[in-house]
């Protein structure tokens, strides 16, 4: 599997700490995206419904069919911008930034029920969205849905032990990254701006990264 990865299009503003030294970047090729959505679908009986959890683009963008969408909440887990994108949202040479759940708090969402049979070409389409570096780890979380009901949700939770999990990062940072990185799937500042207004149409706006927003742009 190989990624056209576009130049930057512009000089970085100049910052401490950005951009970041991240090594060499290497796309998953099939074989191995395949064993990871295996190992993930492991539990899956391959007939019956399955929700998924969407944090961020999947909220606004979700690229599969739903029979159902509910707003929903997972514990033990909050959304920030963790995760540095090489290929969706930025550059090697440029990386953006990208959401992320990682531990602790609490995140709204939107849960997806998406329907058994001829769930895999759609599983597999996400895995090749999502997961090109394997920078997340799939698990199956508790989710809570606004109708009281509560369901086992897949959601891609971030992985600490890679390099390009971000830690906390400065308003600096967050700022140059904003005014330049561009992917292959456009800016991170679009990115970011429509989540915040995705969530806020869905009645539950992240004051946090709205607060983040004010203060980088």
């Known amino acids: 599997m190989s990624e056209t990865i576009q130049p930057p299009a512009s000089l970085s503003p100049v910052c401490p700490g950005y951009p970041p030294a991240l090594g060499e970047a290497r796309l998953l090729d099939d074989r191995e995206l395949a064993e990871s959505l295996a190992k993930?679908?492991?539990?899956?009986?391959?007939?019956?419904?399955?929700?998924?959890?969407?944090?961020?683009?999947l909220i606004w963008n979700p690229g599969m069919p739903a029979a159902e969408t509910v707003r929903a909440r997972v514990r033990g887990y909050h959304r920030g911008l963790y995760l540095w994108s090489r290929v969706n949202r930025g550059t090697p040479e440029q990386p953006g930034l990208v959401l992320a759940l990682d531990r602790g708090g609490s995140c709204t969402g939107m849960a997806f029920r998406l329907e058994g049979e001829g769930a895999g070409p759609h599983l597999q389409a996400l895995w090749r969205r999502e997961m090109p570096m394997g920078s997340y780890r799939p698990a199956w979380l508790p989710c809570w849905l606004s109708d009281g009901r509560r369901v086992q949700a897949l959601a891609f939770v971030m992985r600490r032990d890679v390099p390009t999990y971000t830690g906390k990062l400065?308003?600096?940072v967050v700022k140059?990254?904003?005014?330049?990185?561009?992917?292959?799937?456009g800016t991170?500042?679009?990115y970011v701006c429509r989540t915040v207004e995705a969530l806020r149409e869905c009645g539950m706006p992240d004051r946090a990264l709205e607060a983040l927003l004010r203060r980088c742009v």
Do not use: E, H, I, K
């Open 40 to 57: 993930a679908m492991s539990r899956w009986d391959g007939t019956s419904d399955l929700w998924l959890f969407g944090y961020g683009s």
């Open 170 to 172: 400065t308003d600096d």
């Open 176 to 185: 140059a990254v904003l005014a330049c990185a561009r992917g292959r799937y």
């Open 188 to 190: 991170t500042l679009d």
